[in-house]
């Protein structure tokens, strides 16, 4: 039987124990690994759980993980701390108290080899030898997605790919691939038409699934999805440490200030670029950051954040907003959030970057008040001016309609007339008194009238054109 002290015996792996000597005991049924800020849902009794910490931010965090690894029962904790320099005392502190053995993973030791080994481990606890097949799949265990897909479709014999919840093919090897919506979220495999579908695990909130083309798999694709689940979590430390290069290129986005053109030389970008901003409404800030890493994982892009919004600045042609659209239509499938809406700005180059985080953030406030649940604006179905007004202060906007528009607004409002919504339909019908005329279904002389006595009130002439487009801002500012 596999014991957790049996691992701490592997010399290759080099594990040294944190806290837990007297619960070294615990039978070991597989090897998990998340990290996800609560597991809960995906852990079982047995288990050691591998992670990167990447879900520890500050002290507290660790509470509710290891509260999760406790109620589930789990045989211990495996953790490196290679990106937070060290175990952090939290982590150590919660795994005593919810007795759970915590055991630290060199930092320059690959998940995969742990994987390996204790998946042979308990492979020799039941008696059998590894297949030839399993063991070739074994090691490919560090090898990129690709790799690894090309290898677990020699040995199954069959096509494979990988989907992401967004609908996006991550991998595969043939075309055709099928469709991700075959999968039922929560289960260990789904057979459908020729194809079987199953989860491959890990951390991460928004998911992928392994498909195989055929509805006959076994013991070896689950194996696959493993191995994968490690080959996704190896290729986001990556694109973790890029996202770090990328913070002074956010900071002097958010900031207004910094040198923004060298920040956009150091991410290795090329111009023209768009800006995304996402936004979840319901407080989750790591939900909304991979949902849009996600979202833009197949064209050059730099992450971080614009305040509390997920952003990315990223190479992409027009089209790419439709393909936005298309692959947030699958998420809520697969992720439970009430509502997912992004902003995309027009192309810019480093010189207009600012301007371009500013219409981003502004389609992203459209997209917010419109009914769907998933909704994507992008600049370029904003209309000009309203991308104008929404670039000034509240203040400015508040003083300029005031000084514009404050006569009309004054006498609307000691009158009980709206006079401010006739000069609004006049401007929006191009200054037509017929078409404005027929809009309010009045006679064009009181249309005529009406115009008159506002340009009196507002000191101004509204049949001249920049006086036009003056008033017309003043509206949009309200």
Known sequence: MTLVKTLLEIPELRLRLRTGSALLDRAVSRIYVTELPDPSRYVSAGEVVLTGLLWWRRPGDAEPFVAALARAGVAALAASGADTEGIPDDVVRACARHRIPLLEVPADLSFAVITERVVLALAA?????????????????????????????????APCWVLSATGRVVGGTAPEAPPVEWYTPGRERVVADRYTLLPVGGRFAVPWVLAVGSPETGELADELAGLLSLARARAEQVRRTADRAAEPLFGALGSGAGDLAAAFAATGRAEPVRVVVLRTPDDEPALAAELLAELVADVPASLGSLGDDACAVIEADEQWPDTARARLSTVDLFVEVSRVYAGISGPATVDGLRGAAQEALHAAEVAARRSQRLAVVAGEDVAVHRLLVAGAPDELRRSVRERVLGGLLAYDAAQGTDLVHTVRVFLECSSSPTAAAKALHVHVNTLRYRIARASELLGLDLNDFRTQVDVYLALQAG
Not at 132 to 148: E, H, N, T
């Open 125 to 157: 606890d039941r008696g059998r030898e590894p297949s030839g097949a399993r063991k070739r799949l074994l090691s490919s265990a560090d090898a990129p997605l690709p790799v690894l897909l090309r290898q677990g479709a020699q040995e199954l014999g």
